[in-house]
């Protein structure tokens, strides 16, 4: 079987977990044979650890070689429409890092030009792909805990170093991280938010933006979620997802987000509790590879991947409603008026 050619631009520090993976999951069916940066040191430094042949120093470049058939986009957020627009012009599938986009306008114009180039896209919202989070969607799927009325996912962590270009990025803390808390929530849940509350505090003067979130989301079916996500936890860090149905229980306990081991805890109504121990080693890095797979799957039956960048507008309309609760002391802000006049997923 003639195997996906790959190509990823922006070969910092992500591209060896995303290319890792990718051998490691999807390796029988997609290689990396391209490599882009504009970096030059940086770009032949990867492309000689890895063994990629084609280097390219500009994306643009890189797109009309004819050498890919889907490209992995782990650039910054502002440089993306760069790569995505030729990229869906020319109907090359995309895997693009998180966030999707710098806000939701722009992620809206991404999906529609890559559906008009019939090009699938998928956002690497890739932590959806961990073990006790796949087990949790499996439980609350079959209906085990019956209808999802609560939802909390908190983290807790000692970030003390931002580098690169995060520092200066005036959407930090739920942008560049919470932002898969808040995907795992909304997909967890299964139901269309429908307002956002949200505060933020600005505790680092090294970085521009936001290092700690404490927010809720109301959803249409009005359950609840709620997250509180802070970098400055200076002791006993914690990542801890429970949802509670109205048949029964589900808690995922572990040290951090990106963890090998979690206790997933599942007690339903009228059962004895059951206590699973989860372990998926270098999880970080295979999350990656199942990300790429999934879409390459979907792509292959002609279908959208559960991770697909329509899907992810709900997530971004969540971020772009938490900031603007955020700008205004903590207030409830509807969904609807992120969305605007523009057309729903």
Not at 40 to 68: N, P
Request: with cysteine.
């Amino acid at each position: 079987m003639k195997k996906w050619r790959i190509g990823i631009i922006g070969c910092g520090g992500i591209a060896h977990a995303h290319i890792n993976g990718y051998r490691a999951i999807a390796g029988d069916i997609c290689d990396v044979v391209a490599g882009c940066d504009p970096d030059e040191g940086r770009l032949e430094s990867f492309c000689d650890q890895y063994g990629v042949g084609h280097r390219f120093g500009i994306a643009q470049e890189l797109l009309d070689s004819g050498e890919v058939d889907v490209i992995s986009l782990l650039t910054p957020p502002a440089v993306r429409a760069e790569a995505i627009f030729p990229a869906a012009e020319r109907g090359i599938h995309m895997l693009v890092e998180k966030p999707f986009a710098e806000n939701m306008g722009d992620a809206l114009a991404f999906v529609e030009a890559a559906e008009r180039g019939s090009a699938a896209l998928a956002v690497n919202q890739s932590l959806r792909f961990m073990p006790d989070v796949l087990a949790a969607r499996k439980i609350i799927a079959a209906g085990e805990i019956g209808d999802v009325r609560v939802i909390v996912h908190d983290h807790f962590q000692n970030r003390t170093r931002t580098e690169g270009w995060r520092k200066e990025e005036e959407r930090l803390e739920i942008s560049i991280f919470s932002i898969h808390v808040l995907d795992r929530i909304r997909w967890l849940c299964g139901k269309r938010p429908e307002a956002v509350s949200a505060a933020t505090r600005h505790w680092d003067e090294n970085v521009r933006g936001e290092t700690f979130t404490a927010l809720t989301i109301q959803f249409e079916s009005g359950a609840v979620g709620a997250m509180v996500s802070s970098w400055h936890g200076p002791e006993i860090p914690e990542c801890r997802l429970r949802v509670d149905g109205t048949a029964g229980s589900i808690l995922s306990q572990k040290e951090a987000v990106l963890s090998d081991e979690a206790t997933l805890t599942v007690h339903r109504l009228g059962g004895e509790a059951e206590r699973h121990e989860m372990l998926l080693e270098n999880a970080a890095t295979m999350n990656m590879g199942e990300s790429m797979a999934c879409l390459l799957s979907a792509v292959k039956g002609g279908e959208q991947p559960h991770h697909s960048g329509r899907d992810n507008l709900w997530t971004m309309a969540i971020v772009d409603a938490a900031y603007l609760s955020a700008s205004r002391g903590g207030t409830r802000v509807e969904i609807e008026e992120v969305w605007q006049d523009r057309p729903r997923p």
